[in-house]
């Protein structure tokens, strides 16, 4: 098993920025990747980012690219997502997930974590 939490969210005004951060113990030996995705109220859970622990290949949703940037500590087991010029419809809970069971882009990952409210309001 792979435990995920998040931290780093909060309430920011429009084209600020916040840092997520996504710590994994457990049994990391087997992650192979990390991803974000966000659930506005209302709506269902989108894809962010995601990043692949062995090589560091990155994407990102036509969202947050330019904006957004996915990275990683391999030492700590932690991964991050780096939010620039949030923009209101940026509020959600974003979670991270790790080790997908099928597309990077589908939110069919094995493991997550709690989640973290992130409010972009004037």
């Known amino acids: 098993q792979v435990q995920l939490v998040e931290s780093g969210g909060g309430v920011v005004q429009p084209g600020g920025s916040l840092r997520l951060s996504c710590a994994a113990s457990g049994r990391t030996s087997a992650m192979n990747a990390m991803a974000w995705f966000r659930q506005a109220p209302g709506k269902e859970r989108e894809f962010v980012s995601a990043?692949?622990?062995?090589?560091?290949?990155?994407y990102y949703a036509d969202s947050a690219k330019g904006r957004f940037t996915v990275s990683k500590d391999d030492i700590k087991r932690e991964g991050y997502l780096q939010m620039n010029s949030l923009k209101p419809e940026d509020t959600a809970i974003y979670y991270c997930a790790a080790r997908p069971e099928g597309n990077l882009y589908v939110p069919t990952y094995r493991h997550w974590g709690q989640g973290t409210q992130v409010t972009v309001d004037s």
């Open positions: 990043i692949t622990w062995s090589t560091g290949s990155t």
